[in-house]
């Protein structure tokens, strides 16, 4: 270890940083609160992508009041650093190195790109620009959908209308030895999810479509590092689909599976240079999903399993080698994330990380991985620290120079005064296990009142160990918040998925009031809680009163599902982003049916319930929202007047589901940290 360590470099500067993060301050009594506006900042670093060569670094800068910068940083002159590309109408994302000079990304208006507004001067979309900032072009007009080339006005630059369609990246391929890649790989995407492939040159703007031999519309591609499918998903009218294979550019497609199409896609995970192909594969009497090769045997194949953690469905990536396409390693994240390195070389410098900077996830992407002249970027971060970036170039010839620090993700966030995060496995009331994350504050002793805090979904999962902004903020304001990863919650097996079909208001509903009672048995919490949550969780919180009641003395529902009979129907009156395929094969099978299971439905709705509802509610909408449409606010806060207990209310005119600007995240955040003052004073 230690000659390696030498040749790595001296990690003093690190640690010396690294220890300064984690020394002990002064106790939160003796210092006043943490601003607010500290834990809903936006990032100041995001999306670091270094070049193909190591040489340079890509980054997006963000300061309050401003548009996101594109800058690369020179990572043989120290860090250097230029602003390559800004826009005053819009924020960069999405950044990707097409060779080590050229760069391509995208411009969107992130806080209202999906509100009604006039078109954004600009035309946002999908643009190329060299590393020093020169020949900065504009390749996809997003707000139009239309492709680089020339329209009918013979304006160059800009392809006739494509209606009703838009358009995904699909591959920046690896240059091949000798040559400098120039293209990428996008689709146009129609109104039904057919992918119609075509390379873009992106100092030229010429573009070609290519179906690759395909006689078929496909919905997905599976694409190697060289910009190649390998695999693609095609189905017919009665969406079951198969999953067609070609080894090779050379060769003919040939059907792999047979299946509905959007299993089939869920399974296949990933295709590295040589071919080789990774699924999910699920196992146990959980069945959870672990990640498998398919080895080929002829015209068959057999499933070997590379990562499994019991108890866990993996998450996670396979780490390709940026050049060949080769599998380096592969990220997995259970309780915490971690990285199964193939080469001894990186899992020695792993562990030479790790060991200087302990208590942290250490994430490390890396050019000429393990190489003498390796260049390698670590994202370090915990439950208590946003994110630190850090790059090491090992041939740096003084070895002051291998470690460069880039800063803090979140500069005004102070982990010693943050909290920390442990996972649990509990036991629910018939037995199921239950997966609990606990946020709790460092300087607190005894039990604490609660924020039982449920995620939105409600199928994906909700907890990880790393450091989020609302848990952060209510535990620096004296709560235990806790999260439950209810029966319906992906991440933990297809059995805990599956036991949460048709159990809205009901088993999921005793999961969330399971894990605040472990908690108070365990002496964690005391007996003031509330219950909160948006979308999904905005229903739950909703529903604890209903289903436990005595249990919580208040609730606060952001953009919440309040009448269920809407959420799973429809109306033509009021417009939702929910198809009706999505309806009829998705809500249907998991929510309930509209027409056989109308009693459970009405049961647990709400709107329908609100003369149960003995607490105080805040209820806070987006007037754009259209996954849970303002009418379902509307009518729980006439059904919660008309019970005699009327809720707080806000709503934010062109706010939609997810993405609220800043504004309206502090706003709500000030409402919810008075509202639970009021009613649960820590003591």
Known sequence: MSAFFNRCGALAAVVSVASSLLAPVARAEERPQVPLETFFAPATLTEPSLSPSGDKLAVLFHKAGAKSALLVLDLTKGGKASRIAQFADGDIVSLHWVNDRRLIFGVSNVESDWVPQPRLQGMPGLYAVN???????????????????????????????????????????????????????????????QLSPFWLNTRTRTHSFDNFGLTTPASRFFVDSQGQPRLAVVEDAGGVGRLMHRPSSDTTW??????????????????????????????????????????????????ATVVDVPGFD??????????????????????REATIWKSQQMRA???????????????????????????????????????????????????????????????????GRMASVSFHRIQARDGRD???????????????????????????????????????????????????????????????????????????????????????????ADDRACIAGSSYGGYSALMGTVRHPGLYRCVVARAAVADLSLYVEGSFWIRDDISEVAREQDLAKMVGDPRTDAAMIAAN???????????????????????????????????????????????????????????????????????????????
């Not at 329209?151 to 995904?168: D, L, Q, Y």
């Not at 003498?372 to 208590?384: G, I, Q, R």
């Not at 999260?483 to 159990?503: C, D, I, N, T, V």
């Not at 007047?641 to 309206?664: C, F, I, R």
């Open 254 to 303: 040939g059907p792999l599976l047979s299946v509905r199409a959007e299993e089939s896609h869920a399974e296949i995970t990933a295709i590295d240079g040589k071919g080789v192909i990774y699924a999910r594969r699920y196992v146990g009497a959980d069945r959870h999903a672990t990640l498998a090769k398919l080895q080929f045997q002829g015209s068959r194949y057999q499933l």
């Open 434 to 524: 239950l997966p609990v994350w606990i946020t709790r504050p460092d300087q607190a002793t005894g039990p604490l009142p609660a924020v039982v805090l449920v995620h939105g979904g409600p199928w994906v999962r909700g907890g990880h160990w790393l450091w989020k902004p609302l848990q952060q903020f209510l535990a620096s304001r004296g709560y235990l918040v806790i999260e439950p990863e209810m029966r319906g919650s992906l991440g933990y097996g297809l059995a805990h998925h599956e036991a949460g079909f048709k159990q809205y208001g009901q088993a999921m509903q005793d999961d969330v009031a399971d894990a605040l009672l472990w908690a108070q048995q365990a002496g964690l």
């Open 314 to 335: 993996f998450v996670g990536s396979v780490i390709a080698n940026t050049g060949s396409g080769d599998t380096e390693g592969v990220r997995v994240i259970h309780a």
């Open 605 to 683: 709705s709400p709107v329908k319930l609100a003369d149960r509802i003995k607490v105080p509610v805040l209820l806070a909408y987006g007037e754009a929202d259209k996954r849970v449409p303002l009418a379902h606010g509307k009518r729980m806060r006439s059904a919660l007047k008309d019970a005699g207990n009327p809720p707080e209310w806000v709503s934010y005119p062109d706010e939609v589901h997810d993405s609220w600007t800043l504004a309206s995240q502090l706003d709500f955040a000030r409402r919810m940290e008075a509202f639970l003052a009021r009613h649960l004073a820590p003591r």
């Open 131 to 193: 590393a020093d900032g020169s020949e900065l072009l504009q390749l996809v007009r997003r707000n139009r959908y239309q492709l680089a080339g020339e329209n009918e006005a013979g304006e160059k630059g800009i392809a006739p209308m494509i209606s009703g369609v838009s358009v995904r990246l699909l591959k920046v391929p690896a240059a091949r030895d000798g040559e400098v890649n120039e293209d990428v790989l996008l689709a146009v995407v129609s109104n039904n999810g």
């Open 349 to 415: 410098f792993q562990a030479a990380v790790d060991q200087q900077l302990p208590g942290l996830v250490n994430r490390i992407d890396c050019r000429r991985c393990g190489a003498p002249d390796m260049v390698a970027l670590v994202t370090s971060f915990s439950d208590h620290d946003p994110g630190r970036l850090r790059v090491h170039r090992a041939g740096a010839e003084r070895p002051e120079d291998r470690w460069l620090d880039l800063g803090r993700l979140l500069p005004a966030v102070e982990p």
